[in-house]
């Protein structure tokens, strides 16, 4: 809240105050973990998005007579049984399980973030009946319904990131909501009305901007669910197909041979692990810097 | 808390409906009749099949057959499984998969709500990194990779423990309830910590205190009452995930229990099966939801106030 006493304070001479931003910033700089998970995250992003041209074999390359072979020079963290290099596999199956978790997080950050704030600026009749249906849904299984979708209209890419999407942004609406709600009743918001903005300008230019901390942190806490929902599917086979390729999917190939090649497993389930504590250390490392009355559970 | 009860339950009412009206009509569109195979089948065969499970019906008729069937408790026959019906399959595997969440959740509420309350009792210690620590490794390590590590480590490399099955051999019981557990152990360490934390710095704990309790009255009797609120409200949520964290662990095991016969209905797209487990599992959560909630208001009265106006 510093932003809000420098603006109302007198402005002669006094030294100019940090905003919200850099504040939130300057705490996220002194927590190490959190640094060192977004170190992480953008070497795994990179890494993901230069594949096709860094990865030291082909998709599709199989070398039937090697076999799967432990770690060596040629072949850094080993190959599978058709003899394909895993740290290919890995970077490719990497792109789809972060493209998922991106994605799907984007669209539960759409529809919750415009859902809250209608709701929250409508308040009254409106604003209880939106939030109703939200605490109905909520109420309902949804892994089930993801299943089900799966099998219903078969497995997708593209109803995957929707299915998982529609499902996560119901905790999205209830934050949104709530600080909505409270920063309408800020006389800034009544200024804003009374020069004649529409309530969609107000929403889109005072309200959300303003709402933004604990969005940016619930979306960074989001994609590590997405991804592990991901990979739970495709572990059932209920979610990525071959020949595409997820974390989740090497997994679940790397279970069936766990007793004679372990490195088939071990190396996928690093990759997520290390990628979800990642992403886990950077989403607290956020609440404490931008939200720091949220409670850590 | 009459009150709460009554008009909580009332609300579980829409939503179990709300249930079975989507599944029903979503398994109804899927694409490709049940009886769609490679082998033909003559137009009389095909007819009597479609009048055995009522698919000759119009949609509506059949919704309605299949409400007032379900009522009674009776859900049909299996598609995939010739001759069974599908509450006789649920019946089958439901003792299974309740005893195994039943271990998973004792495991997590006792091993994490100790580890939280120990966590919170020295925050910022050794005694609090260490568990929450290892509270974040059980959050990232999901069941599918926890589950194989284990039998490879447990069941293959020292061989201690047999690694599939249920009730079949001594001991099998164990890795897949632990697989099962941690996750959620992790997340009732996490919750009961910090709900530990708010409790500690309030001002009725200064009181009993100021009154001269011994320290394990002020944290037994006063602070883990109001601290592990979160962790009862969790509950309900928590018995969901469960449900759907057995689908992957039966699988991994191979027990035969609901969890599994989900999974296996969803690839012989059995829809009578699927329709039947989807009804079933989900009222149980909404039931459990619901329990839990009536838990935690009975501890938090002010929770009741929901209700009031």
């Known amino acids: 809240m510093t932003s809000k006493i420098s603006t109302q304070s007198l402005d002669h001479d006094i030294p100019k105050g940090t905003s919200l931003w850099e504040d939130a910033l300057v705490r996220l700089r002194k927590n190490r973990l959190s640094m060192i998970g977004l170190g992480f995250l953008l070497f795994v992003m990179i890494v993901c998005l230069l594949t096709p041209w860094i990865a030291p074999y082909g998709y599709e390359e199989q070398n039937l007579r090697l076999g799967a072979i432990p770690p060596s020079m040629e072949h ?8 394909r290099d895993m740290l290919t596999r890995i970077m490719y199956g990497g792109r789809v399980s972060l493209l998922v978790g991106f994605i799907a997080t984007s669209v539960a950050l759409l529809i919750g973030v415009t859902y809250g704030a209608i709701a929250g600026y409508a308040g009254g009749k409106t604003d209880a009946f939106m939030m109703r249906l939200v605490d109905i849904l909520y109420a309902l299984p949804f892994m089930i319904f993801i299943i089900l979708l799966m099998v219903v209209f078969g497995r997708n890419l593209l109803l995957l990131f929707l299915a998982i999407g529609a499902v996560e942004w119901l905790v999205m609406a209830r934050i949104v909501r709530g600080q909505i709600q409270s920063l309408r009743q800020q006389e800034y918001v009544e200024a804003a009305i009374s020069l004649g903005l529409s309530p969609a300008a107000i929403i889109m230019k005072h309200l959300i901007p303003n709402a933004l901390g604990p969005v ?3 979306t960074t806490l989001t994609i590590p669910n997405v991804m592990l929902l991901e990979a739970f599917l495709s572990f059932l086979g209920l979610g990525i197909q071959p020949p595409e390729s997820s974390w989740g999917l090497l997994i679940s190939y790397g279970v069936e041979t766990m007793e004679e090649y372990p490195w088939l497993l071990v190396f996928p389930g690093l990759a997520l692990t ?3 504590f990642a992403l886990n250390f950077l989403g607290d490392g956020l609440r ?6 949220a409670s850590r559970d | 808390m009459w009150r709460f009860i009554g008009l909580r339950s009332l609300q579980a ?12 009509f979503l398994v109804r569109a899927a694409p490709g009749g049940p009886f769609s195979s490679e082998k033909a089948v003559s137009p009389q065969v095909q007819a009597a ?14 919704y309605v057959s299949y409400l007032t069937d379900l009522v009674q408790g009776n859900m049909g026959p299996s598609f995939y499984y010739p001759g069974r019906s599908v509450d006789e399959l649920i019946l089958q595997g439901l003792p299974i998969t309740a005893e195994l969440g039943l271990y998973a959740l004792l495991i997590a509420v006792i091993i994490g709500s100790f580890a939280g309350v120990i966590a919170a009792l020295k925050p910022n210690t050794m005694q609090d990194y260490v568990p929450m620590s290892l509270a974040m490794v059980g959050i990232c390590m999901p069941s599918f990779l926890l589950g194989p590590v284990l039998v490879l480590v447990f069941g293959i490399m020292l061989d201690w423990l047999p690694v599939s099955g249920w009730g079949d051999s001594y001991g099998d019981k164990i ?3 632990i697989t099962l557990g941690a996750m959620y152990a992790a997340y009732i360490a996490r919750l009961s910590r910090s709900g530990m934390l708010e409790v500690m710095s309030q001002d009725y704990l200064r009181t009993a205190r100021a009154k001269g309790l011994p320290e394990s009255v002020v944290i037994l009797k006063h602070a883990l009452r109001g601290g592990l609120l979160p962790v009862i409200s969790y ?3 928590a018995f969901a995930a469960l449900l759907s964290g057995s689908f992957v662990v039966e699988t991994i095991f191979q027990i035969p229990g609901l969890g599994r016969f989900y999974v296996q209905a969803a690839f012989n797209r059995d829809y009578t099966m699927i329709l039947g487990t989807t009804v079933f599992l989900s009222t149980l959560i909404v039931v459990f939801n619901l329990l839990s909630d009536i838990a935690a208001a009975w501890v938090n009265p002010r929770l009741r106030y929901q209700f009031k106006k």
Do not use: C, H, M, N
């Not at chain 2, 009412?13 to 029903?24: D, G, M």
């Open chain 1, 76 to 83: 850094w963290l080993g190959t599978d049984t058709f003899g």
């Open chain 1, 216 to 218: 940016i942190v619930y």
């Open chain 1, 274 to 276: 290390t990628t979800l």
């Open chain 1, 288 to 293: 404490d810097a931008l939200d720091p009355k």
């Open chain 2, 13 to 24: 009412i829409p939503v179990i409906l709300a249930v079975i009206t989507v599944t029903f």
């Open chain 2, 49 to 62: 099949l479609e009048a055995q499970y009522r698919l000759d019906q119009p949609p509506l008729q059949q």
């Open chain 2, 175 to 177: 890795l897949p309830s």
């Open chain 2, 235 to 237: 509950l309900g949520p």
